[in-house]
Structures are given as C-alpha cells and as structure tokens.
C-alpha cells in the first residue's frame, strides 16, 4: 500500500526546484538570487532588520548572513541604518535601488507564474493559493518563525 505522503514528498520536492518561474519562463535578463529575493522580501514585509533579527527570522547563521547582507549592500539594495527604534543595533533597510529591484523580480515571478497557469480557471489559482498560504503557515507555526503577511 502506498503511503499518502508519497506524492507528496515528491511534488513538494519538485516545487523548490520549480520556483521562481521567470528563470525557467523569462527571458535572459538576469534575476536576484533566490537568497537575495528571500531576504529582500522580508525586509520589505518587516521594516529594518538587524543581522540577529533577521538569523532569528530566517534561521541562518550570522556569517551566512554577514556575506549576504554584505553582497546586497555592495550591489546598493540595502544600507546600513541606524536602529529607527532607539536600539544599539545596526538594520538593514531596503534603498530605492533594493526596492525597484525587488519589485522587478516580483513582476516577474508574477509574469512566469501566469504562463503557467494560464489555462487554470480564477478559482483553481485562489484555491491552490490559500492551500500554499495554510501549507507555509503550519510550517511557520511549528518553526516557531511566523512570516509576515497583509
């Protein structure tokens, strides 16, 4: 008998590597990287964050971090702020630069999830996305690391 999770497991192992469709659907123009997009998008969500928040946010290590904030930074999409709420630390806040580029790539990843599933009915997409939404949700609540959402 086969197990329920079978298909699963598999499906959900195919989707990481399926995501972010405007690689695979777009043209050559060249795109954040997937690390980049993700922090980006939770700066975005949260307001500045410094590098312990955002470890405790994403669960990665500070030296992960440190090079990852350090490359955005050299590339301009974020800058080093001071804390908007009286705290010691540093945050990290988005630029214009950050932010257009972010938005960019959104755009895009919008673009390229709308190729595929362009042959879905309006009810199968907000079906399949409020069952993403409570997927990704249970994960956060057993994390411990809700993410921000409107």
């Known amino acids: 008998m086969r197990d329920r ?3 699963l497991e598999r499906e959900t ?3 990481g590597r399926y995501l972010m469709p405007h690689r695979r659907f777009s043209g050559s123009e060249e795109r954040l990287e997937r690390s980049a997009y993700t922090l980006l998008t939770r700066i975005n969500a949260q307001g500045p964050m410094s590098i312990g928040e955002l470890s ?5 290590d500070v030296s ?3 090079r990852q ?3 955005m930074t050299k590339a301009g999409y974020v800058e080093r702020v001071p804390d908007p709420e009286g ?3 540093r945050k990290f806040r988005l630029t214009e630069v950050g932010a257009d580029r972010l938005e960019s790539d959104r755009h895009a990843n919008m673009a390229g999830l709308r190729r595929v599933l362009v042959d879905w009915t309006d009810g199968d997409v907000d079906t399949f996305a409020a069952l993403l939404r409570r997927f990704n949700t ?3 609540r057993l994390d411990g690391r809700p993410w921000p959402r409107d």
């Open 5 to 7: 999770y079978d298909e």
């Open 13 to 15: 192992t195919l989707l």
């Open 56 to 60: 405790d946010a994403l669960g990665l």
């Open 64 to 66: 992960t971090l440190n």
């Open 69 to 71: 904030t350090a490359a």
């Open 87 to 89: 705290g010691l630390a």
């Open 138 to 140: 249970d994960i956060e």
